[in-house]
């Protein structure tokens, strides 16, 4: 197993004295893909926040690289549902290579050479001249992931990044990001709905079910499936 590049320690949220999270205590290493499964509500969405340095648990402690995680970092991204992030006056090869740009990583020229390797891998080679008002949904989304990778970050929080596309689609979108993450090193923690989804794209599952968190093995994941059918 690789090394542990981010821990959770028991962490707890409440709106207006309900309980969302409690006692949420999990390991990400480091290429790691773990994926979050709950029914809508549940605070699947408000943790992903928290990890992301975006909301304050009410107690528990993040730990990045063994250091606690107090402010918002571009090594930890956070990908919401909507495409909000991606800048509607800028086409598809100048909105992944903004954030480059931007912080000064690269300089222009090196940031649209590596804009253009992504968006190749990403199989949108044909789209770098398109606005995003010109995509589909899953194709923003995946524009969306090629600018977080861009950073190279250690860790990329995707809050249902496919749920509005077909299922091949979804799974040839999820199929390209894992190879794009393990040749980054990059770790993922990725919501959804679909215990099955969950199941073919991560070796373990933080699981929302009846006000506890939990989090198994994909091994458990199959059991539980098969206790299911």
């Known amino acids: 197993m690789n090394k542990v590049v981010f821990e959770a320690i028991k962490i707890c949220k409440s709106f207006d004295k309900r309980r969302i999270l409690k006692n949420v205590s999990f390991r990400l290493h480091e290429g790691e893909t773990i994926a979050i499964v709950g029914k809508s509500g549940c605070g699947k969405t408000t943790l992903l926040r928290i990890l992301a ?25 956070f990908i919401q549902q ?23 990583k690269y300089s222009k020229a090196t940031a649209i050479k590596h804009a253009e390797q992504l968006l190749k891998k990403m199989d949108l080679a044909e789209f770098v001249s398109f606005f995003p008002r010109e995509l589909s949904g899953g194709m923003k989304q995946r524009v969306a992931i090629a600018r977080a990778l861009i950073m190279e970050p250690k860790i990329l929080l995707l ?33 959804t709905h679909n215990l099955q989804e969950a199941k073919k794209v991560a070796r373990r599952i933080i699981l929302f079910e009846n006000n506890n968190v939990k989090v198994i093995t994909n091994k458990e994941l199959t059991k539980l499936l098969g206790d299911q059918t």
């Open 53 to 77: 340095n975006l909301e304050q648990p009410d107690s528990g402690e993040i730990l990045f690289n063994n250091q606690p995680q107090k402010n918002p970092t571009s090594e930890i991204i």
């Open 82 to 104: 909507d495409y909000n992030q991606l800048l509607p006056w800028k086409n598809v090869i100048n909105n992944v290579a903004y954030p480059a740009i931007a912080t000064k």
């Open 159 to 191: 809050d249902e990044p496919f749920g509005a596309v077909d299922r091949e689609s979804r799974e040839k979108a999820y199929d390209i990001i894992k190879k794009l993450c393990n040749e980054y090193g990059t770790a993922v923690l990725v919501i």
